[in-house]
């Protein structure tokens, strides 16, 4: 899923600072629980192959912690 939260956006405590300064109480992030769709043409093309580089990253990352776990509990 592409995630919706935009670069360069503000962190919390950089939020949490200006509202200090401002003597303004911050207001809690929003959290955006629906994705977007996906555009069509070169920046739709750009957004499913980082999607799929991500899911195969995932699928990598759960088959080391497999062999990982496997190979602790042959060892003990």
């Not at 919706?4 to 405590?13: D, N």
């Not at 509202?19 to 957004?47: C, N, Q």
């Not at 580089?53 to 602790?72: G, V």
Request: zero cysteines; proline letters at 3%.
């Amino acid at each position: 899923m592409f995630s919706a939260r935009l670069y360069g956006s503000r962190s919390h405590k950089t939020k949490q600072l200006l509202a200090d300064l401002r003597g303004e109480e911050s207001k809690e992030e929003e959290v955006v629980t629906k994705s977007m769709p996906i555009p069509e043409g070169r920046v739709g093309a750009l957004i499913e192959s980082m999607q799929e580089t991500q899911f195969k990253a995932m699928l990598l990352y759960a088959e080391m912690l497999k062999k990982r776990k496997d190979e602790d509990v042959a060892g003990s």
